[in-house]
């Protein structure tokens, strides 16, 4: 099992940047497929970017030029760098995760229930 925390939300004014990460801790020899997806208030959990085992990213179309996920596989950590934020960016970020075995492929899903594990979240706040 792994356990997922994020980091690095805070406010920031439209047009800024922030970089947020996710420390996962609990590895085992199994891999783990992971990505961010974010929560506004009074709607659905989404999916924002992720990363297959070719290092291929997928975003949504909401952040596609403005965000960059990133992967230290070293420091087992997910990173999210936001630039040219927007207020409708404000939300919830997650990092989230799914065991697919030692010799498993992680596809990019930005679909929420292909994930098992969940971080607590970090807000982002952008302010016009």
């Known amino acids: 099992q792994v356990q997922l925390q994020e980091s690095g939300g805070g406010p920031v004014q439209a047009g800024g940047s922030l970089r947020v990460s996710c420390a996962a801790s609990?590895?085992?020899?199994?891999?783990?497929?992971m990505s961010w997806f974010r929560q506004a208030p009074g709607k659905a959990r989404e999916g924002v970017a992720a990363i297959d085992s070719d290092g291929t990213t997928r975003y949504a179309d909401s952040v596609k030029g403005r965000f960059t996920i990133s992967k230290d596989s070293a420091k087992n950590t997910l990173n999210l760098q936001m630039t040219n934020l927007r207020p409708e960016d404000t939300a919830l970020y997650y990092c989230?995760?799914?065991?697919?075995?030692?010799?498993?492929?992680?596809?990019?899903?930005?679909?929420?229930?292909?994930?098992?594990?969940w971080g607590q979240g970090t807000q982002v706040t952008v302010s016009s």
């Open positions: 609990g590895y085992t020899s199994r891999k783990y497929c």
């Open positions: 989230a995760a799914e065991d697919v075995g030692p010799g498993g492929y992680c596809y990019a899903s930005l679909v929420e229930q292909d994930y098992t594990y």
